[in-house]
């Protein structure tokens, strides 16, 4: 599935869309972003950035799925660097 989001390309409007054919989902941008921001982009730009926000979203989906561990002793570090009166600052 894919999805192309309005706000992304840089418009300040809630329109998002989502389909399985990419060719389909540009029509439909094309169409939305033509109407509604009176803008004409090629159809190789809505590839583009179609490519690019699905690429952040399977990213995001794939570090959701994986668990953050700590290495032993990072809450002693953070501890002893910020405490009162240390300087914090460079």
């Not at 094309?30 to 190789?44: A, N, T």
């Not at 590839?47 to 570090?63: K, P």
């Not at 561990?69 to 460079?90: A, M, Q, Y």
Request: aromatic share 12%.
């Amino acid at each position: 599935m894919y999805k192309l989001i309005c706000k992304k390309v840089g418009f300040d409007c809630d329109f998002i869309v989502h389909n399985n054919d990419q060719k389909t989902l540009a029509n439909d941008f094309e169409k939305h972003v033509r109407i509604s921001h009176r803008r004409d982009y090629q159809k190789k730009d809505i590839f583009d950035f179609i490519a690019v926000q699905n690429i952040a979203l399977e990213h995001l989906e794939s570090t959701k799925n994986e668990k953050i561990t700590c290495v032993d002793g990072c809450e002693s570090f953070r501890l002893d660097k910020w405490r009162i009166g240390h300087r914090n600052f460079p």
